[in-house]
């Protein structure tokens, strides 16, 4: 089942909407902070609790005028709360809201990004179980090397894809940070107790020492995890790119009935998923970056960061949602071609069974520089000859057959001797 992809499920967290729902939350929670710790009247905050809402579009409107984003917002809030209002917001400053709302915005993204990374992961340990057996040719520079597993290759996508997971789940502590301190971090006009309830009734932890704003080392973390995650789809699209080629055509994208490759050449089924994925990891890269470079503000605070974060964290936050969707799509519905990988392994009569035929010769007395001679000059001869063959031109060297009788040659060309450890990383991955 392929599963088409939806915007709700991580773009409504990013939507001006969602938006200013939770800077109306983290006001709410202010106030209920304040009130706890007698400051405020507690019936005002029910009063702003019961009527405390927004129009987006008078938000909107009002900031045309006061173009003020924070001042617009809580002059519509007071439209519908009224007198009680005058207790929203006190002794705050704007990115008190911004960065402690930005902090819920990113916490709910990770959980959203946590639930779908699962699913790749059970995608990828099926297939690593599923093609535990299915033997294929392992490449080193794009060269053939030694037999391995397509199950193995899938196994070292699982590993990568369970360390993201990881790195999510410390990621989403490491960005659960608020801050109600005031205009430059000294808790002037508030007291740190409020900051303290805040958070904790927003599920959030107080910066450690903050400015005017939250430190964006903690908004670059986010980027950089997502590039990394980014990083390792791109690496598992670029494999399958690799493996879809029509000279190797291993494994495949699934190809859905209607679907065309080209609007020239009717034969064409592109892997077009996986070069998708390729391209928008760049995006994600570069946006990393750009999170690098928004850490360096002046003094307490300047505002160069925040056209910036407008887009890379709701862009990279989306694009990454859909690469795990994309991929778990991939891995779920691969098509996979056994006969191709043991046709592609056995190309010059096994030549990729050198080294196991070089490492008997040792044992069987023939010193590591002769027996490499040997080896390598028949499997160069296969490689270069049309319709080479390997194994058939060791039965016939004189020097082989003086050292190997034919039983222990046709041992040399059994895959299984490569494969015998494999148990060992199925154990640690717990499949």
Known sequence: MIERYTLPEMGNLWTESYKLQTWLKVEVAVCEAQAELGYIPKEAVEEIKEKATFDLQRVLEIEEEVRHDMIAFLTNVNEYVGEAGRYIHLGLTSSDVLDTALALQLTSSVDVLLGRVEALIQALRYQAQEHRDTVMIGRSHGIHAEPITFGFKVAGWLAEMLRNRDRLVRLRT??????????????????????????????????????????????????????????????????????????????????????????????????????????????????????????????????????????????????????????????????????????????????????????????????????????????????????????????????????????????????????????????????
């Open 174 to 431: 490491q960005v659960a940070v608020g801050k109600i301190s005031g205009a430059v971090g000294t808790y002037a006009n508030i007291d740190p107790r409020v900051e303290a309830l805040t958070c904790k009734l927003l599920g959030l932890e107080p910066d450690t020492a903050s400015t005017q704003v939250v430190s964006r080392d903690i908004h670059a973390e986010y980027l950089q995890v997502f590039a990394l995650v980014a990083a390792s789809i791109e690496r598992f699209s670029v494999e399958i790119r690799n493996l879809q080629r029509t000279d190797v055509l291993e494994v495949e994208e699934f190809f859905s009935k209607g679907q065309k490759g080209s609007s020239a050449m009717p034969h064409k089924r592109n892997p077009v998923r996986s070069e998708r994925l390729s391209g928008l990891a760049r995006v994600i890269r570069g946006n990393a970056i750009a999170a690098l470079e928004n850490m360096a503000l002046w003094h307490e605070r300047d505002i160069s960061h925040s056209s910036v974060e407008r887009m890379i964290l709701p862009d990279s936050s989306t694009l990454l949602h859909f690469m795990v969707v994309e991929m778990t799509n991939l891995a779920k519905n691969l098509l996979v071609y056994p006969e191709n990988m043991a046709r592609n392994m056995n190309r010059y009569g096994g030549v990729v069974f050198s080294q196991r035929v070089m490492l008997t010769l040792v044992k069987k007395g023939m010193t590591r520089e002769d027996a490499y001679a040997v080896v390598q000059r028949c499997a160069h001869e296969a490689w270069n000859t049309e319709g080479g063959n390997f194994r058939s031109l060791l039965e016939k060297d004189a020097t082989i057959s003086q050292n190997l009788s034919g039983e222990e040659l046709a041992d040399c060309f059994d895959p299984s001797y490569h494969l015998r450890h494999l148990d060992q990383v199925y154990q640690r991955l717990g499949i």
